[in-house]
């Protein structure tokens, strides 16, 4: 199940981050997450917001300076290093399993020494959920200037607001909120955010499931959309 979950969104999601095109719609300023922060000189320049600058080339994605991050923020998660080490090495493949390699080093050497950087990649991950949140923001403004509400719309809402609370719910963020303090009781503020960010953590998993189910659709729609393959469905101008 989760070789197919992962390997199918895997593959989805690589044919589009290569496709640039069919990744905005102008009337609506609709900017699909996969293409965001487009920054190539081949991106539209009002999807564009903040500069064009890398080269225009079809081996170098639009979005080619957040996506090598997002990538690295969710091979280096703690609930997906346990569904990809089990799919696919069968590093074991269940818990009653014994571990099938003859030597164990855990996370020392390299490569796998690298899943210690997830809290940075956990805070550049935080930067682009913030860009995310300003396409969706932005998508209210119609490129003639009036405001406009759409199922679009609706659907980047949705999408940004798993993506937050699937980047809140990681165990790297539970750390940072509650992390070396020895009396809770001195630091209200930081209670209340690691009480907070705990209820989260307990869904994780289901988090980073949904998030790969949002970002496919909000992606697909948006596709659609611009492909012509069907009109968005206005609730605003």
């Known amino acids: 199940m989760n070789v197919a979950g992962l390997g199918a969104w895997v593959v989805y999601a690589t044919v589009r981050a290569f496709m640039q095109e069919w990744y905005y719609v102008e009337p609506y300023n609709y900017l699909t997450p996969f293409y965001s922060p487009c920054v190539s000189l081949g991106c539209v320049e009002e999807a564009a917001h903040f500069g064009r600058f890398l080269p225009d080339v079809w081996w170098l994605p639009y979005a080619a300076v957040s996506l090598p991050f997002l ?34 080093t855990g996370e020392t050497r390299f490569p796998l020494i690298g899943q210690n950087l997830h809290r940075y990649f956990f805070y550049i991950a935080t930067l682009v959920a913030l860009v995310n949140t300003y396409d969706a923001i932005m998508a209210f403004i119609r490129t ?17 607001f798993f993506l937050w609370c699937y980047s809140l719910s990681c165990h790297s963020c539970r750390s940072i909120m509650g992390g070396r303090l020895n009396h809770f009781s001195r630091h209200p503020l930081r209670y209340r955010a690691w009480v907070f960010v705990s209820k989260l953590n307990a869904r994780h998993m289901q988090f980073a499931w949904i998030t790969l189910g949002t970002l496919a659709l909000t992606d697909f729609y948006i596709m659609a959309v611009s492909a012509g393959w069907f009109p968005d469905l206005r609730i605003v101008n």
């Not at 003639?144 to 940004?160: E, M, P, Q, S």
Request: proline fraction near 6%; charged fraction near 15%.
């Open 71 to 104: 990538l690295l923020f969710r091979l280096t998660c703690y609930y997906y290093r346990k569904a990809y080490y089990r799919a696919f090495w069968l590093s074991p493949p269940a818990c009653a399993v014994a571990e099938p390699h003859g030597k164990y």
């Open 144 to 160: 003639d200037g009036t405001f406009g509400l759409g199922l679009g719309n609706i659907i980047l809402l949705v999408n940004v």
